[in-house]
């Protein structure tokens, strides 16, 4: 076991070692200046995982950089190499504007709207929600290059690491929160809108054995509750809130609040992006 004295040396080597990359100031990114001294004063709290936090954050000259090394790290097998996972990554982020953008307005939601997150630094190392979809993303990039058997490779490991299920053929767009992650399923031709939140256990699927189009289309700003399973290629109109545990069968309309099993109209949701409010009461107004 390290000592004491081995601990806080660790600690003192990341705040004066000059060979640890910074940002450059013409390419200033205020999430990964946010999240480098969050995880910094994580590190002076915890000198015990200083080593970790250097190898995984502090070192790294971008988020780019960074979340490559720590995604390949949890992904790797014995048959992918972290190296190699690592370069796949890299090249994806560093290729696709549009997955720069999402991660960042990912780890920027789930900042906003958990309040178990109390520094980006948190729900970036330790929250598996986060994690998965961010790894998705690559896998998606991967699809749409064609690259199929290493997209649902790599489908297959995000499910055995974090126990969330996505298919790499989904849509889904940026400002996610999928909360806690366990159990969450998303099917092939799902799609799924700007700054929607869902929790653990929610599924987007299909009713049986139909094939072509056959899972939801869930629009912006929709919250979908803990254990909630949408079912079949219906629409989740934008704004609309599905309560825990509902089973939905049908079209649900905009701004509206379903329940049950099957799952029906019950309300409205007080604002017009529940998604972003995280307000899981529901509201029941029967007269609608």
């Avoid at 940002?23 to 590190?43: C, G, H, M, N, S």
């Avoid at 950089?65 to 190499?81: N, V, W």
Wanted: charged letters at 20%.
């Amino acid at each position: 076991m390290a000592s004491k004295q081995t601990q806080t040396a660790q600690l003192s080597g990341i705040h004066l070692d000059r060979s640890v990359p910074r940002p450059a100031p013409e390419k200033a990114d205020p999430v990964w200046t946010r999240l480098r001294q969050d995880v910094f004063v994580t590190a002076k709290t915890e000198p015990m995982l200083a080593g970790y936090l250097h190898d995984t954050v502090l070192k790294h000259a971008s988020l780019e950089a960074s979340i490559s090394y720590f995604l390949a790290g949890k992904l790797a097998s014995a048959y992918l190499t972290t190296t190699s996972l690592r370069d796949v990554f890299y090249e994806a982020l560093t290729e696709s504007e549009d997955i720069r953008e999402a991660v960042r307005r990912d780890l920027q939601a789930v900042l906003e709207r958990d309040p178990a997150a109390l520094s980006l630094a948190l729900p970036y190392l330790n929250f598996k929600g986060f994690q998965a979809l961010q790894s998705y993303r690559v896998a998606h990039w991967l699809w749409g290059k064609g690259r199929h058997p290493l997209a649902l490779y790599l489908q297959s490991r995000i499910s055995e690491a974090f126990d969330v299920d996505i298919h790499p053929a989904a849509r889904i767009g940026k400002g996610i929160l999928i909360d806690h992650g366990t159990s969450v399923v998303i099917g092939e031709t799902a799609v799924v809108g700007d700054d929607v939140s869902m929790l653990h256990e929610v599924t987007l699927g299909g009713t049986g054995k139909e094939s072509g189009d056959r899972h939801p289309k869930v629009g912006n700003g929709v919250l979908i509750g803990a254990g909630a399973k949408i079912l079949g290629n219906i629409k989740i109109g934008e704004g609309s809130k599905i309560a825990a545990g509902s089973i939905v069968l049908n079209e649900v309309p905009p701004h509206s609040t379903v329940a049950g099993i099957p799952a029906r109209v019950v309300g409205r949701p007080k604002s017009a992006q529940p998604g972003k409010q995280m307000d899981q009461y529901v509201e029941f107004d029967f007269c609608i």
